[in-house]
């Protein structure tokens, strides 16, 4: 028999989403929705709130530049594009020490290629490292003013080893004065921030500089990296007046007096009369451009290693004057010519003029003394400047009279600046018409008792010699941009006249007679036509003896294109009362100086300048001991 069994199926009922199930989820998803809620409300206030800080934060963990771009400062050049004055560009290594932290290896490497391309002792990098961590910037001691070349093979690395990172290459421009001395106290230097000091670096500071420029990269508020270049403007380049030849030779010059000689100071100016440009300009004031702050050129390291602060800065001051346009001092005899001009555009007196001299005047009790002490007895308007006679312009001065005497002491341009185009210029001083009394005026008129300038003496005999006009002395020729056109020229500028062209004449033939038969016949260069004065003026106080001996002169005498104007001040000698070492030591600087100014013997062929140092091929004969030429004619005031 079968058995069946009845199996019953148990049948499970599907749950329920009841009503409170319903109501559970409903408040989950509630509170989900409000935490939401309040976190966005959370973000929108901390973004509206602080949202640029935050932003700030952000970008500065990103990387980003921001670099100066410098300019280049334009340069110096003489008359015919000798380059006195150029910036030349350089490099500096900088570092950016959160790139290099940033991996353990790559600061390995990198400062292992520093050490090993650039010799370099990497503790200073190391130093810089620990104390700048986070720092996008920064210089290195040791790795400034870098050449290509120095660089160069480190770049080349770079593109090739991936693992030098947070280093590149800072373009900067450093002053170089490729000819060193030549023309210091002329061209002066820059110090820091391109700064002109001195010379025509601080004058023409304005011209010289341009403007930095800037590059910005930096990360915008949607992480594109974004860069802006604001180039860089060059400065102009300024062309000076002078001749680099002819600087050089007076400077070879003045050194060659000094191993020979020596003198307390020695100043030598040239000039061209016919437009008032400074041809050269030099004094034994010189020193290392490139190195401006070295005295040795001028003392003995014993002397530099006794120096104290005070002395150190008042012996630096000193040497980068310029003597030419900042010392004032007695001119002497130099000054008679100025005197005998002034008379005969008065006429006061007149070429025929003659005047007995008896080696002593008796000026209103007071006895002066003529330079010949036994008298010239009678001499010309003419000799009385060919033989220096005191007591002729004693007279001469006296019938001219004190007012006006004075008024062309101011026509001449003495006793104030005469404008020219560079730092530093003394005024001199001069007697006011009142301080003239009867003693002072005699005394003046031969060029004692009141102090000039070297370039004042030079641009007041300027229009003595060239027909009567006074021309402002300048040193800058004209100005250039970067691709060499002129974009400023320095017009010659007549300020006033001075004298008339019929006394302009008689002066140019009384000074070639001085030069061909007077005082200043050692001036004299064989072939060429020359006029001059010679000046021996005693220094205060006159019982120490020490005199300043000069000549101021011109070539051609008849149609001048070239003042030469000589001091030696105190020349090493024991008697230095004698204009003769002047007009022979200017003699020697004309010889080799007129070829470059152009101006040639009519004796001789067009020669060839020397390349070498502006040294003619002939060798002239150089003075014994400095002493006058015997037989020569001396004189003394």
């Not at 600061?107 to 810089?128: G, H, P, R, V």
């Not at 003045?254 to 041809?279: C, H, Q, T």
């Not at 036509?529 to 000046?535: A, D, E, R």
Request: hydrophobic share 35%; aromatic share 8%.
């Amino acid at each position: 028999m079968v058995i069946r069994r009845r199996v019953h199926r148990i049948r499970r009922r599907p749950k329920r989403f009841t009503r409170g199930m319903r109501q559970t989820l409903f408040l989950f998803l509630v509170f989900v929705f409000l935490l939401f809620l309040a976190l966005g409300i959370r973000i929108y206030t901390l973004n509206r709130d602080n949202g640029d800080a935050y932003k700030k934060q952000v970008f500065s963990q990103q990387s980003y530049t921001n670099k100066v771009l410098s300019f280049r400062r334009g340069a110096i050049k003489d008359r015919n594009g000798t380059i006195l004055a150029q910036s030349v560009r350089k490099f500096n290594l900088i570092l950016e020490p959160r790139t290099i932290l940033a991996d353990a290896e790559v600061k390995a490497e990198t400062l292992a290629k520093i050490a090993q391309y650039f010799a370099f002792d990497t503790s200073n990098i190391e130093k810089i490292l620990a104390e700048r961590p986070k720092s996008m910037y920064q210089h290195v001691d040791g790795l400034k003013e870098l050449t290509r070349k120095q660089i160069s093979e480190f770049q080349e690395e770079m593109k090739k080893n991936k693992k030098i990172q947070g280093v590149w290459f800072e373009e900067i421009f450093t002053r170089e004065y490729p000819l060193d001395t030549i023309g210091a106290n002329v061209i002066g230097f820059t110090s820091s921030e391109n700064q002109g000091t001195y010379g025509v670096e601080g004058s023409y500071n304005d011209k010289l500089n341009g403007k930095n420029g800037r590059e910005y990269g930096y990360f915008d508020a949607n992480m594109d990296f974004q860069r802006t270049v604001k180039k860089a403007v060059n400065g102009n380049s300024v062309v000076l007046t002078l001749d680099a030849n002819v600087q050089r030779i007076v400077e070879q010059q003045i050194k060659k007096y000094n191993r020979d000689v020596g003198a307390k100071n020695i100043g030598v100016l040239i000039m061209n009369p016919k437009n008032g440009e400074i041809l050269a300009m030099a004094s034994q004031n010189n020193y290392n451009l490139n190195e401006p702050r070295d005295l040795s050129l001028m003392y003995t390291q014993e002397e530099i290693a006794g120096m104290d602060e005070e002395t150190t800065t008042k012996n630096l001051m000193e040497m980068w004057s310029n003597f030419c346009i900042a010392h004032d001092f007695e001119p002497g005899s130099t000054y008679k010519p100025f005197t005998v001009a002034a008379a005969l555009d008065e006429g006061t007196v007149k070429d025929s003029d003659s005047f007995m001299c008896t080696g002593v005047k008796n000026v209103a009790g007071t006895e002066i003394h003529c330079a010949v002490r036994s008298g010239h007895n009678v001499v010309s308007l003419q000799k009385s400047l060919m033989e220096s006679c005191n007591s002729a312009l004693m007279k001469i001065g006296e019938d001219l009279g004190r007012a006006k005497f004075s008024k062309y002491n101011k026509i001449f341009g003495f006793g104030q600046r005469t404008g020219i185009d560079l730092p530093g210029e003394s005024a001199g001083l001069i007697h006011t018409e009142e301080e003239l009394n009867p003693v002072e005026l005699a005394t003046s008129s031969f060029g004692q008792t009141q102090t000039v300038t070297m370039v004042q003496m030079a641009a007041g005999f300027s229009s003595l010699i060239n027909g009567g006009n006074y021309y402002q002395p300048h040193i800058v020729k004209e100005i250039q941009n970067e691709n060499g056109a002129v974009v400023e020229n320095t017009e010659p500028i007549v300020v006033k006249r001075t004298v008339s062209e019929s006394a302009s004449r008689l002066i140019r033939k009384y000074m070639k007679a001085t030069v061909e038969e007077g005082t200043a016949k050692p001036a004299q260069v064989k072939g060429y036509s020359i006029g001059g004065k010679t000046g021996t003026a005693e220094k205060r106080p006159v019982t120490d003896k020490k005199y300043l001996v000069s000549f101021i002169g011109c070539v051609p005498a008849e149609d001048p294109q070239a003042v030469v104007y000589v001091i030696i001040d105190e020349p090493n000698v024991e008697d230095q009362a004698h204009s003769t070492y002047a007009t022979e030591y200017a003699s020697k600087i004309m010889k080799r100086i007129f070829p470059f100014l152009g101006i040639y013997s009519d004796a001789e062929e067009t020669p060839a300048p020397s390349a070498e140092g502006g040294q003619p091929a002939e060798n002239d004969p150089e003075p014994e001991d400095g002493k006058p030429a015997e037989g020569a004619p001396t004189e003394e005031e």
